[in-house]
C-alpha cells in the first residue's frame, strides 16, 4: 500500500500534538527558551541540508524564480488566510491568528524537507515505508514541543502533510515511466538544497531575528524542477 507510511507520519504528528496540548500551561519563559532552542536545531537541519548541494546556482536561480512566483500569487497570505480561516472553525481557548501560526510554521517544518521526498518516493517506487516511518516518529515529537508554544494549529498540519507525501508516493508509483534515474537522483539532491533553505529561514522566523516571508518562497519547490531541466540540457 504506497499511502501507509504516509498515513503512519499524520498519525503520529497527531499524537505528538494532542500530547503537547497537555503542557501548554508551562510559563512563558520555559516556552520562550524551548522555542529557540528548536529554532535553532531546525537551522542546522537546514543547514545540512542545503549543503547537499551540488550545483549552487540551480539553487539560486530556483529560490531568485519562486520568490517572484510567490510574491505574484501572494502565497504567504494565501497561507495566513487558509490558517485563520482553518482556526475560525475550531473553538478553542486561543484566537485565530494563534492557529495560524501554529499551523503554517509546522506545516512548512514537516512539508519540506529530504525525508518527506525521498520516504514518499521509496513508498510509491518500492513499498518501503521505513523512511516516512523514521520521519513520523521525529515529526512526532517536534509537534509535541511546538504544541505547548504555538497551540492547537501544529495538529492541523498534519493536512498539508498527508496530501503533499500522499500526492508524491502516488505519482511515485509511476515515476519510473516518465523521469532517468540518473535525472531524478540529481533533483532530489538540489531539490533537497532548496527545501534546506527554507527551513533555515523557518529558523531564522522562530528566532525573530528576521520576518521572512517563507510562503511566498515555497514555490523554489517547484521552480527547481524547471531550472534543473534546463541545467541538464546545457
Do not use: C
Amino acid at each position: 500500500m504506497a499511502l501507509y507510511g504516509t498515513f503512519v507520519n499524520g498519525g503520529l504528528i497527531i499524537v505528538g500534538s494532542l500530547l503537547g496540548l497537555l503542557f501548554t500551561k508551562i510559563p512563558e519563559r520555559y516556552k520562550e527558551t524551548v522555542m529557540h532552542g528548536i529554532g535553532l536545531a531546525v537551522i542546522l537541519i537546514g543547514l545540512q541540508m542545503a549543503f547537499s548541494t551540488k550545483v549552487i546556482i540551480v539553487v539560486l536561480l530556483s529560490l531568485l524564480l519562486g520568490a517572484i512566483v510567490g510574491e505574484l500569487l501572494r502565497v504567504e497570505e494565501r497561507l495566513n488566510d487558509l490558517g485563520h480561516w482553518i482556526g475560525s472553525k475550531f473553538t478553542v481557548a486561543e484566537d485565530s491568528g494563534s492557529i495560524s501560526q501554529g499551523f503554517v510554521t509546522a506545516s512548512l517544518i514537516f512539508v519540506v524537507g529530504a525525508m518527506a521526498i525521498i520516504g514518499a518516493l521509496d513508498s510509491g517506487i518500492r513499498g518501503d515505508h521505513e523512511v516516512l516511518i523514521t520521519k513520523g516518529i521525529l515529526d512526532g515529537f517536534v509537534a509535541l514541543v511546538l504544541t505547548t508554544t504555538l497551540g492547537f494549529g501544529v495538529v492541523l498540519s498534519v493536512i498539508p502533510v498527508v496530501l503533499y507525501q500522499g500526492s508524491i508516493a502516488l505519482l511515485a508509483t509511476q515515476i519510473e515511466n516518465w523521469i532517468p534515474d540518473t535525472f531524478l537522483n540529481g533533483l532530489i539532491v538540489e531539490l533537497t538544497a532548496v527545501g534546506g533553505i527554507l527551513i533555515v529561514a523557518i529558523g531564522l522566523n522562530m528566532l525573530k531575528i528576521v520576518q521572512i516571508r517563507i510562503g511566498n518562497l515555497l514555490p523554489s519547490i517547484l521552480t527547481v524542477v524547471l531550472v534543473y531541466y534546463i541545467y541538464q540540457l546545457f
